[in-house]
Structures are given as structure tokens and as C-alpha cells.
């Protein structure tokens, strides 16, 4: 004894679906199509978002937020500082200022500072500022502890491509800098803006400079006549200068989100009503409004795969009624031979099914291959995003796998039920 | 035991069958004559299960088949009937033994006696036709293959529809040969026939004519 099982007429319907190549490639093509737009759509922002803002959802689970101080003339520094407490991590001076400027025969690059304050919550594995967080890690040295807190001491941690321009493989630590303190004199009776005075500062700590802004550096001053690089000084916030004291603008980074309403009431009692004095942005919101725009153009994509989807599907119930059609005496056979209407059906739902696997894996194998590709071609021309990287989600190829087998199977219903109707004696006749 | 009560066959306006009443006992060899048009393949068909009489009783071993389901009408049709048309109508693409096995496939049990099938085989001579495409057989081979087809779940009865029409004498002799044999075996064989010399073999010979069954 034999036994014919599922395999055996899955096989057989399997090879039915190659009978007639053009007709498998035109059904082919059109569930292909919109499942490769789909998949390489996809890929391709999934793998932008979470290259790039994956580590956000980190600080969203942290409960960073951040606080924009518009302008805080009417409150002094010391004032927040006392209202705030330990509440943040580091604030950032609105006071860009020119550190160094080099110059060589054909290249000229300027390296400007942010002074930014910190408290005893910054341990150098996280840099916190108000436009952006990146980890890190303290190479050389060390950062404030208490006692520089108490002291005030001129100290400052760099990080490692500053220590590299100014003083190569030489250890930093112990050596001080000057950093030029910039703000409004008087001379002649005419305000100006410009160097005040030099404000030394004794270099503790040495901080890894993010992967980014190293391959940004390194790819400026192999291509770029004229550049910049901004890096981040960072001091104790007991050590105040007093030229700074007043910033037009200054960024918080909280770890607490439950103050700011405290903060909220203190901070604007006495103040005119209806001055915006700042602007409070959580991770939360940053990373829900990324979100959001990803989701609508992934949205605005299935929508595209849905209207290809559905041309190919009044193609393929076209298509597939022509095929019946030619297999009508095959069908009279089958049916006079014991196959029910529900068996023909299913039959022809199978092999419906078994093209759309294969457009599903075709479309798979092409979007993955094509992101792969993309990427490594991106990355070649923009060095300094060498951190895209593709990333591929399950959810996508599921998706993607349940529109086509879908949309093919719906198409197919129609052609299945006119083959399973198909009279025997006239299909029989017929050849 | 087949058995037809008052059975009439309409296609619109034009009656084909009218008020046909007949039994057909197990092991019977019967042929059915009659000019072109006079309704043969269309009362096979409705004897095979294919079709649905208009009116009138149908019942197969004393069961009611008119109005069964699709489901259990084919299941009979797999299991009860064996078909060998005019064209052959073998599944051009396939080799011979996918086209044998179409019943099987579809059948419940998916069983195949493989001793049996083997001896059939022997028996047509087509075993060393088994992995070619029916495509390349001549008439003759394409014929017995399709014997094969009908007997191979070995069903009670074997309905022929003039499937000698297109042979020569030699290939003719088999086929009739092998009908001979099934029928020894206790197969009942209904054959529709143009040839007058086929009817010698038959336990009874009926000719169809406007419509009746004489
Ligand atoms: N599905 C159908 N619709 C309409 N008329 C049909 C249909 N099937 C058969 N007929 C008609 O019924 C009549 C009988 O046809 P049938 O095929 O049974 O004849 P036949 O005796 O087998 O003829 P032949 O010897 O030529 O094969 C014919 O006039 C045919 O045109
Ligand atoms: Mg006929």
C-alpha cells in the first residue's frame, strides 16, 4: 500500500503553478512589487529610527526632560541653582565662545566651547545636554567629586579630541587651559561685545568623545578647507564665573520629572504674566513626536502597498480566471474523478497561496538585500553616520507576509469558486 | 445496482432524456447505442454522478442520489465509478502514473494497492511508460493509460464513452479484452458504442433514440 498523502498533492499542486511561466511571473510581479515597496520602506525607517533614536527611549525610561530657559535676566543663576537642588544633571551657558582657532596653508578650523555645569548626578557615563545625550565613559582622570563642589575649583573635564588637538599623546591631566570669557564693555562710552578676560581652568578628567563627533572630526579635517568643532567644557556648578552669570538662554537637564511643577510656581511668582520664560521639552514628548512621524510615513506606505495591492488583485482574479479557463478539461477530470467543489477550491486557494509565498520571499530576499546595500552606501559617503545600521523587524515581514498572502487569497476566491463550479460534463466535452 | 425511475434530462427547452426507466444490476455488461446527438454521453453522465437528472429518481444501491450533497456525490463518484472518455482526457502535463493516481489523490482513503496497480500495469502494458509525459503516448497507449485511470480504485463500475472510436482494430481487440476480463471479475461495464460488433459481448445492448431508452 501507497499512501498519497498532503505532500503528495501539495506537490502536485506545486508544479502546477510553473504550467504557464508568464502568467506565474505577471501574478508574481504584482504581489512582489508592493511587498518589496513595503519591506524595503520599512527597513529603511525602522533601521533610520532606531539608529538614530533608539537610545532616546533610554532616556525617556530615565525620566530626562529637559528645560529651555528663554531668558533668565530676571532670575539670577544662583536663584535656580537653590531652587532646583540636585534636580538636574548639567545646564548648559548659552555662552559659545571661540577657544582656538588653527591654521595651516590650505585648512583653517575653529574650535568653539559650550560651557556646561554639572552636579554630583554626572558621572561621566551619560552626557546629558540640553540638544543631546549621548553615553560615554571618562578615560583619564576623573570627575567632581564633593570636595570640588565645596572648593569651587577651577576645574574642568575635557573630552578626548580636544586632548588630542591641544596636546596630542601628552597626558592633559594637570595641565590647564584658558578659555576666553566673552561679554559686553565699554569703550569710548560705546558697548561692545568681545573678550573679557581669560578664566583658567585645570584639566581632571578626560571624557570619550561620542563616536559621532570623532568620525565627524576626523572626516572634516581630511575633506573640509574650513570647519568647526564645538566641544563641551564641563565644570562644577558651585564654580561660578561671574561674566556668565546671566545667559541669555540656559538648557537644563533634569532626571525627575515631578519638580517641574514646583519649579513652575516658584519660578514664576513675580514674573509679568504672559512672559514666556521657558519651554520644557520631555523625552517622552521628543521621542512620542519622532514616533509619530515615522508611524505616518509607514502609514502613508502601506497605503501605497494597499493601492498596488489591489490593481494586482483585479489582475490576478483576471489572470486566474483566464487559467481556469484553459485548465477546464483538467478540472472536468479532476472533478469526474472524486474531486468535490470544495476540494477544486481549496485546490486552486493553495496554489494561490503557494505563488504568494514565493512573492512574499522574493520580496523579502530583495528589501533585505536592497537595505543592506543602501546602507553601505550611505555609510561610505557620509562617514560620520557610521552608526546607521539596518535594522529589520519581525513585525514588518509579518505584516508584509499577511498583506500579500492576504490580497492573494482574496483575489483567488472568485477564479477558485468558477473552477469549483465548473460542470463536469461540459469541461469533460470540452477537450 | 443502479436504478433509474422516470429520469428526464433537459438542457432549457430541448429534452435530451425522457422518462427513462432502467436497472442496471452488478456485474452487468451493457452497451448503449444510438445516432450523434441522441443523448449517450448525456445519460452516462448522469449514470456516472457527473450530471443531475432533471427529474425523475436515481438510486445507487438503493440509496437517494439526486439529492445529495457535492461532497458525498463525489465521494461515490471516486469510490463507484471509473470513467474512460472519447478524448482520453488525461492531464497533458503530467506523466502517466500522476494521471493514474488523480482518483486516488482525491479520494478518502489515498490508498493505493501498489501489487494491484502493478499488475494492472503488467496487464495494460504501459509499465514502462510510468514516468513519461501523457503528451508523448500515441492513441492506443493513451487509451489503456486512462483504463488504468478508471480501474485503478477499483470501482464497481466503469463507464465508457466510445473508447474505441479513435483506435485501430489491434489497439480496438485490447481494450475490448481488458472490458472482458473486468467484467469477469465482477465488474459492470456500460459502454456507449457507434460499432454494432461491440454489442456481442454485452448481457444486454440498449439503443437511445428520441429521448427513450429501448
Ligand atoms: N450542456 C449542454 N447544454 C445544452 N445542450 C446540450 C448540453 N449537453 C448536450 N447538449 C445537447 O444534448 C444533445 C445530446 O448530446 P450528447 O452529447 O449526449 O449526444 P451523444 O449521443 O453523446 O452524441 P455523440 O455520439 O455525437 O457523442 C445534443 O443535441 C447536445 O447538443
Ligand atoms: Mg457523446
Known sequence: ?431 | MIKLENVTKSFGDLIVLKDISVTINGGDYITIMGKSGAGKTTFISMLGLMDRPTSGKYLLDGQDVVNKLDEEVSRLRNEEFGFVFQGYNLINDLTVEENILIPVMYGRKKQVDVEYLDSLLNRLDIKHLLHKKVNKLSGGEKQRVAIARAVVNKPATIIADEPTGSLDTTNRDAVLQIFRELNKEGVTIILVTHDISLTKDATRSYRLAMGHLI
Open chain 1, 1 to 431: 500500500m501507497r499512501h498519497l498523502g498532503l505532500l503528495y498533492r501539495i506537490n502536485h499542486l506545486f508544479k502546477n503553478i510553473f504550467k504557464n511561466r508568464t502568467r506565474f511571473f505577471l501574478v508574481l510581479f504584482g504581489l512582489v512589487l508592493p511587498g518589496m515597496l513595503l519591506m524595503t520602506a520599512y527597513f529603511a525607517l525602522d533601521s533610520i529610527y532606531y539608529s538614530n533614536f533608539n537610545e532616546y527611549r533610554h532616556y525617556q525610561e530615565l525620566n530626562l526632560f529637559e528645560v529651555r530657559m528663554n531668558n533668565s535676566e530676571s532670575r539670577p543663576l544662583i536663584y535656580l541653582q537653590d531652587e532646583l537642588g540636585e534636580k538636574y544633571i548639567t545646564y548648559k551657558h548659552y555662552t559659545k565662545g571661540k577657544l582656538a582657532e588653527f591654521e595651516t596653508a590650505n585648512q583653517s578650523f575653529t574650535i568653539y566651547y559650550d560651557l556646561i555645569s554639572t552636579n554630583s548626578h554626572f558621572t561621566g557615563d551619560l552626557i546629558v545636554a540640553g540638544d543631546y545625550v549621548m553615553p560615554s565613559s571618562i578615560i583619564k582622570g576623573r570627575v567632581f567629586n564633593e570636595s570640588d563642589f565645596i572648593e569651587n575649583k577651577p576645574y574642568v573635564v575635557i573630552d578626548t579630541i580636544l586632548s588630542g588637538i591641544l596636546f596630542d599623546t601628552e597626558d592633559p591631566i594637570g595641565k590647564t587651559i584658558s578659555i576666553p570669557i566673552y561679554g559686553y564693555y565699554l569703550e569710548n562710552g560705546i558697548e561692545k561685545y568681545g573678550i573679557l578676560r581669560y578664566q583658567p581652568l585645570e584639566i581632571i578628567g578626560v571624557l570619550q568623545a561620542d563616536m559621532r563627533s570623532q568620525v565627524e572630526f576626523i572626516n572634516n579635517l581630511e575633506n573640509d578647507e574650513n570647519f568647526a568643532y564645538n566641544t563641551g567644557l564641563y565644570v562644577t556648578s558651585s564654580f561660578l564665573i561671574p561674566e556668565v552669570i546671566k545667559p541669555e538662554a540656559i538648557t537644563y537637564v533634569f532626571y525627575d520629572t515631578k519638580d517641574i511643577n514646583r519649579m513652575s510656581a516658584n519660578f514664576l511668582s513675580g514674573i509679568p504674566t504672559g512672559t514666556i520664560l521657558y519651554q520644557v521639552n520631555y523625552f517622552d514628548g521628543i521621542v512620542y513626536s519622532i514616533q509619530e512621524q515615522y508611524q505616518t510615513l509607514k502609514l502613508g506606505f502601506v497605503a501605497v502597498a494597499v493601492v498596488l495591492l489591489l490593481i494586482s488583485m483585479v489582475s490576478i482574479i483576471s489572470i486566474m480566471i483566464f487559467a481556469v479557463k484553459e485548465r477546464i478539461g483538467e478540472i472536468g477530470v479532476k472533478k469526474a474523478f472524486g474531486a468535490s467543489k470544495v476540494k477544486m477550491m481549496i485546490d486552486f486557494l493553495i496554489e494561490g497561496q503557494m505563488t504568494s509565498i514565493f512573492a512574499f520571499l522574493i520580496s523579502l530576499i530583495v528589501s533585505i538585500y536592497a537595505v543592506y546595500i543602501g546602507f553601505y552606501i550611505f555609510r561610505y559617503n557620509h562617514p560620520s553616520l557610521y552608526f546607521y545600521d539596518v535594522s529589520i523587524h519581525f513585525d514588518t515581514i509579518i505584516l508584509t507576509f499577511l498583506l500579500i498572502n492576504l490580497s492573494s487569497l482574496i483575489a483567488t476566491i472568485i477564479p477558485a469558486s468558477y473552477a469549483a463550479r465548473i460542470n463536469i460534463s461540459d469541461a469533460i466535452k470540452f477537450e
